[in-house]
């Protein structure tokens, strides 16, 4: 046994001496223990009634919560099922008939259903993209159709967008109905500051192949992420019965925008924007009266360009409306009224140009101009001058719609907004998965 082993046993064995002062303290406790009565000792057995009642007030406390809280609940959710089930039985019970689904599970986008639009003008709206039947900018992947836009310069070289080179689509592949250069050719020149579209994108309709007068769509879709772009399903009238744009009418079942929302208030990619353009004046665009037929449904996380939304539209004879996801969700509705879309426009005496009284181009339809047969358009626009993208609201707009070349500034100013251009194709392009028409039976 080592030195230290020896001296830890012998301080065991041998009680060590107290000091004076701590057997004075220990004599004062004594005492003081003494004087101090004892607590008569408990009958009770350990853990019998008092415990009980310890353990039993938490249970009771629960009780009482889930007694409160648990009608709450039930209220809450029968409150929600009977306002689902009203809504539900508030949606109008017409019968339609499934004339397209088309799933692109071919592989190959159909000619008999889809026609890509081919144009270098701009739509009206001086849109800065030229629409191809490229399979850069429309092609089936994967079971969905890609509607992708892609830069010009990757195609022609960047020299060619700003000055010298000519193109001409008016005898290759332009679908315009008006073959003119204004919507066919076009030539870049660094004097005027004309330059070729700088984007190429696409454009399909189903004009050659399925048009409904009252009926329903739906379109499952991915929106495209990227500054600038502007992503569409929406329907055109097949004939101008009532004269041109806005007379005989459009509907936009969706129109988004591929910025991100920087706030709350903001309109981008967040927003499902859904309208009806109607006006008595032909061509002229200060009297459509969008503004009274329009709507936008926000998401405030997971927007229309994370994740794919079932966008429809359901149009008779009484009604119209479009959803998100189910006729239960509704954003843009009305019923048709009394007068039509002439009482409902208040319109001015005379024309836009002030020269020509105005004239009721509908007649006594309440429904008119959205009495016609109307087909489906799919596209991914990118800019524009007509206000759509509108001046002055704080988001580093790198155009100003009422200057002398947008498309120009804008392609001037790529360094800004083209790196918001994800590389990967899926993401920078809206995405189909599938589109159903249905006609009113």
């Known amino acids: 046994m080592g030195l230290f ?9 041998e009680p060590r001496a107290l000091s004076a002062l701590q057997l004075q303290t220990l004599q004062y406790s004594s005492s003081v223990a003494a004087a101090e009565p004892k607590a008569p000792r408990s009958t009770k057995r350990v853990g019998s009634d008092d415990d009980d009642q310890r353990r039993a007030k938490p249970l009771n406390d629960r009780l009482s919560y889930w007694l409160f809280v648990g009608p709450v609940f039930l209220g809450i959710a029968a409150a929600a ?13 017409d019968k339609f008939c ?3 689904h088309e799933d692109f ?3 190959t986008l159909d000619p008999a259903i889809w026609q890509r639009q081919v144009e270098t003008g701009g739509w009206g709206n001086k849109e800065f993209e030229w629409t191809t039947d490229s399979t850069n900018n429309s092609y089936i992947q994967d079971g969905m159709l890609h509607i992708v836009p892609t830069l010009t310069s990757d195609q022609l070289g960047e020299a060619a967008i700003m000055d010298g080179y000519t193109l001409n689509l008016t005898h290759n592949g332009c679908t315009a109905s008006n073959q ?3 919507f066919c050719a076009v030539k870049s020149n660094a004097t005027t500051g004309t330059i070729l579209p700088p984007i190429q994108s696409a454009r399909l309709s189903t004009n050659i192949s399925t048009a409904i007068k009252y009926g329903k769509v739906e379109v499952r879709a991915r929106m495209p992420t990227g500054d600038w772009l502007w992503p569409a399903i929406w329907m055109m009238p097949r004939h101008d019965t009532y004269g041109g744009w806005p007379s005989s009418g459009e509907i936009d079942i969706m129109e988004g925008k591929g910025n991100r929302p920087k706030k709350r208030t903001d309109e981008d990619s967040n927003v499902m924007k859904s309208t009806l353009h109607w006006g008595p004046d032909p061509g002229a665009s200060a009297l ?6 329009y709507k936008g449904r926000r998401l405030y996380r997971d927007y229309y360009d994370q994740s794919f ?3 429809g539209l359901e149009w008779t004879d009484k009604h119209i409306f479009t959803y998100d996801n189910s006729p239960v969700f509704k954003n843009f509705a009305m019923k048709w009224v009394q007068g039509g879309f002439w009482k409902l426009g208040n319109w001015p005496l005379y024309s836009a140009n002030g020269t020509t009284l105005l004239k009721n181009p509908w007649g006594s339809s309440v429904s008119a101009p959205f009495d016609q047969e109307f087909y489906l358009i799919l596209n991914v626009a990118v800019g524009g001058a007509n206000g759509y993208f509108e001046d002055g609201k704080d988001d580093n707009k790198p155009w100003l719609n009422s200057a002398s070349n947008p498309a120009r500034d804008f392609w001037l100013s790529r360094n800004d907004w083209l790196p918001t251009w994800p590389k990967d ?3 920078r392009g809206m995405v189909v998965d599938w589109v159903k028409i249905w006609q009113k039976c």
């Open 5 to 13: 082993s020896r001296q830890a046993k012998q301080a065991q064995e």
């Open 81 to 93: 099922a009977i306002i689902a089930l009203g809504a539900i039985k508030t949606l109008p019970k």
């Open 98 to 100: 499934l004339v397209l």
């Open 105 to 107: 599970s071919s592989g």
């Open 180 to 182: 003119s250069d204004a």
């Open 288 to 293: 459509d009266g969008y503004a009274k037929t």
């Open 309 to 311: 939304h079932t966008f």
């Open 425 to 427: 194709p899926a993401q």
